[in-house]
């Protein structure tokens, strides 16, 4: 065919669509609304044909909060919450504090890291002790002791490790000494109280923030209630603006020029700028001004009404007072690192063992078998405990996810298991901190010992004391004096927590926390976790590719 001199026209994939019909999809992000705003915009969706582009051009922020009152509060609309993602900053906290603050499930941040940074210089809290002088000094003798000890650790284990690895030719000295020293802290982090101060941040929705300040108004210890507080005037009180410093800048740069209104940045083009000449439109730095240094509130309406949980604390308080009647006269059974309990309960046996597993410091499976035994009636007793009180928009306590095919029930360090509680996508029931089930001393055939290093026995003393001066606090007659004598526990002390999980999350942990880069408390426990799995589920072990703990590891991988 010639050319006939005109260009192709091409057709879109719309053209060819019949009426109404349309294929293009629309992708964009958001950036600069306020998480409430954004929120009211997303929601709209259900509501209104409106693009977020529309629905946010046409929102105010008293708008959102009128709608919010009403969807979210007398509704009882909560999944609104959701949408609103705040970022909160939270330093200086006690760890004790910190595992308290992230334990929600529904939960996004970091926390300072105890094998990069020396916490010798983060300070700790200091509970209020009243008139009890004795106690607020045994207490302050106590940490000193624990922090100077925690010194000496790491420099003799960091120094033994020097004399063992020796420096490769491909790698530069800067980064050896960082990682043996990083290897030297998984050691000597044992000895860090609970007390000691750290940071983190957090990202969490509207939902969880007004759950997790609920759940922290609630706990009994003094630290933890006020932290619930600050979170909550945080989130309903203006926001620290990153711009600010650069915006109050920027202001002052347009006053300095006098560029006060559009009139004078039209004379700025022909001619030196007057001072002060105002038109009509309006003065450009105090707009500036508004709109650069602005008060946003990040979540001013879905967590100002967030209030102690009277649900949890009076079920925690008869469910420890049933687990006390029921487990009188019954001391703990001794059990192993990890024990996979395997099913021959009811679900109702469950439940049961899991709500008194929360009120104790017994073992699952020894729970579970008691349980087991009691007639029926009393096993409901103890399943409407912890219904009871259960008011009109609460959720059910998380001791009532029950059903999981696997059950892990882990008995570690503190610090073990702060690195464990990461894994949210689980079910954790932790027991409460407490001395009893004695403590944890740093061992790995790849980690120089503390007898290598010459110092097991300053451990052993500082880490005994420890446990003697918080049995002699607890005592005392401080404030919530059983709650600050926790303060004093190391990081090396046991704690008991049930996990439980289906067979994926099983194969995730037990792949990731074996590797040879994994602090070596964890690796045991992921070891024995894979262990348990292929004594009880052989047929599936052999799909999980975990690391043999047993077996050497290059010290200088990180």
């Known amino acids: 065919m010639p050319y006939s001199g005109r260009e192709p026209t091409f057709m879109s994939s719309e053209s060819f669509l019949p009426a109404g019909a349309h294929n293009q999809t629309d992708v964009y992000a958001v950036h600069g609304a306020d998480p409430e705003v954004l929120a009211y915009a997303m929601a709209k969706y259900s509501r209104s044909a ?5 629905s946010l051009a046409e929102i105010s922020a008293q708008r959102a909060e009128q709608f919010l009152n009403t969807f979210y509060f007398q509704y009882g609309h909560r999944s609104i919450a959701d949408l609103a993602h705040i970022a909160l900053a939270v330093e200086r906290l006690s760890l004790l504090a910190a595992i308290v603050l992230v334990d929600e499930q529904r939960w996004d941040g970091q926390e300072r890291s105890t094998r990069y940074q020396n916490f010798q210089k983060s300070g700790w809290y200091f509970p209020d002790f009243g008139p009890d002088s004795a106690s607020a000094q045994l207490y302050t003798q106590t940490i000193d002791k624990l922090f100077s000890t ?7 284990v960091h120094d033994a490790l020097k004399q063992r690895v020796a420096c490769p030719e491909t790698m530069k000295p800067d980064a050896y000494d960082r990682t043996l020293k990083a290897r030297a802290f ?3 982090r044992y000895l860090l109280p609970l007390a000691t101060n750290t940071s983190l941040g957090q990202i969490v929705n509207a939902r969880t923030l007004e759950t997790q300040v609920s759940r922290l108004l609630s706990h009994p210890v003094a630290e933890v209630r006020d932290l619930g507080k600050k979170l909550r005037d945080a989130a309903t009180s203006p926001a620290w603006n990153v711009n600010a410093k650069s915006g109050a800048a920027f202001v002052q740069k347009l006053e300095a020029f006098g560029l006060s209104s559009l009139h004078d940045f039209s004379r700025a083009e022909s001619g030196p700028v007057g001072n002060g000449a105002l038109a009509p439109e309006g003065n450009l730095a105090a707009e500036a001004a508004t709109l650069l240094n602005r008060e946003v509130r990040t979540a001013p309406t879905l967590v100002k009404y967030a209030e102690p949980n009277t649900y949890l604390t009076q079920t925690r308080a008869e469910i420890e007072q049933a687990a006390s009647e029921i487990l009188k006269g019954i001391e703990p059974a001794s059990a192993p690192v990890v024990d996979l309990v395997e099913r021959t309960e009811s679900l109702e046996v469950e439940l049961a063992a899991t709500l008194l597993y929360w009120g104790s410091h017994h073992p699952y499976r020894q729970i579970r078998d008691i349980v087991a035994g009691l007639p029926a009636s009393r096993v409901s007793e103890i399943i409407e405990i912890g219904l009871r009180h259960r008011g009109k928009h609460d959720e059910a306590l998380r001791v009532f996810h029950a059903g999981a095919a696997l059950r892990f029930d882990i008995l570690m360090d503190i610090g073990g298991f702060r690195d464990m509680h990461r894994h949210r996508r689980v079910t954790q029931i932790q027991q409460g901190f407490t ?4 403590y944890d001393t740093p061992h790995s055939g790849d980690i120089a010992g503390l007898e290598e290093a010459g110092v097991l026995s300053e451990y052993q003393h500082a880490i005994e004391s420890a446990h003697s001066a918080s049995v002699k606090i607890a005592a005392g007659s401080a404030p919530e004096a059983a709650q600050s004598a926790l303060y004093l526990l190391p990081l090396a002390t046991r704690v008991r927590c049930l996990f439980k999980m289906d067979f994926a999350e099983a194969q995730y942990i037990s792949e990731l926390r074996s590797g040879p880069a994994g602090h070596f408390s964890y690796r045991n426990v992921a070891w024995e976790m894979y262990l348990a799995l292929q004594r009880q589920h052989p047929s599936l072990a052999k799909y999980i590719r975990a ?11 990180r």
Do not use: F
Not at 549 to 554: H, L, S, V
């Open 186 to 188: 998984d050691v000597a």
């Open 50 to 54: 409106l693009s977020m582009r529309e």
């Open 435 to 438: 001395a009893r089930h004695g």
């Open 150 to 156: 925690y010194q000496q650790v790491t420099a003799a």
């Open 547 to 557: 690391t043999d703990y047993t077996k050497p590891i290059d010290l200088l991988q």
